[in-house]
């Protein structure tokens, strides 16, 4: 089993659609999520970074955390052609652990 | 403020020639990151480096792969001789701590043929 797994899609919405992306993980000493998105040809960006169970909210982004489940999630709401993207959930243990464990991405197209 | 800087975007080869990447870090972000990103995947770390200690290699394929950071600013990750198998993207990322954000550069798009 992989540290982290993630539903590589593809996922197709129209326009105005709540999106929902998902990763599970296996390993309890993960400490940190996030979430970055990537487009085409473009490094990763940062979207959400969250450490605790519940959720966390920024303009039309969701964080959610449950660490119970080991399971984070995505929301997008009023998804726009502009979200196109794939997007990529990473975890860290934290401590004196930096290293970044990422799922596969998840790619994303909103249709107008 | 100037983000990660990469260079060059994209860069085709013959198999068994070498190629280096170049990175640029943002000004005073004293960690950086080389990253591999194969084709639907997410990516996955090479090498990090703490100023100009290289503190974990040890995903690295040492056969093959080096890096160094002089002055612990920029970062140049050689391959030589390339494989087929080494067309993928190479990106570049750093942080200010080594468990704070990682700001990615746009990456360097290797084809060997």
């Known amino acids: 089993q992989k540290e982290v797994e993630q539903d590589p899609g593809p996922l197709s919405v129209p326009e105005g659609a709540i999106v929902s992306l998902n990763c599970t993980y296996s390993?309890?000493?993960?400490?940190?999520f996030m979430w970055y998105r990537q487009y085409s040809r473009k490094g990763p960006e940062l979207l959400m970074y969250t450490y605790s169970s519940g959720n966390k909210e920024d303009g039309r982004f969701t964080a959610q955390v449950d660490k119970s489940s080991k399971y984070i999630s995505l929301f997008i709401r009023d998804s726009q052609p502009s979200d196109s993207a794939t997007y990529l959930c990473a975890i860290q243990s934290g401590g004196s652990n930096y290293k970044l464990t990422f799922g596969k991405g998840t790619l994303l197209t909103v249709n107008p | 403020e100037a983000g990660v800087v990469q260079s060059p975007r994209y860069k085709i080869i013959e198999k068994k020639q070498p190629v280096a990447f170049w990175c640029n870090p943002i000004s005073g972000h004293n960690t950086l990151y080389w990253y591999l990103q194969n084709l639907g995947q997410g990516p996955e770390l090479l090498i990090r480096y703490e100023n100009e200690e290289a503190v974990d290699d040890s995903q690295l394929p040492k056969d093959r792969f080096s890096a160094e950071r002089l002055k612990g600013v920029d970062s140049t990750l050689k391959i030589q001789p390339a494989e087929l198998g080494d067309s993928a993207v190479y990106l570049c990322?750093?942080?200010?701590?080594?468990?704070?954000?990682?700001?990615f550069g746009p990456g360097t798009r290797l084809t060997v043929l």
């Open positions: 990322a750093s942080s200010p701590r080594q468990t704070g954000e990682q700001f």
């Open positions: 390993n309890s000493a993960f400490q940190y």
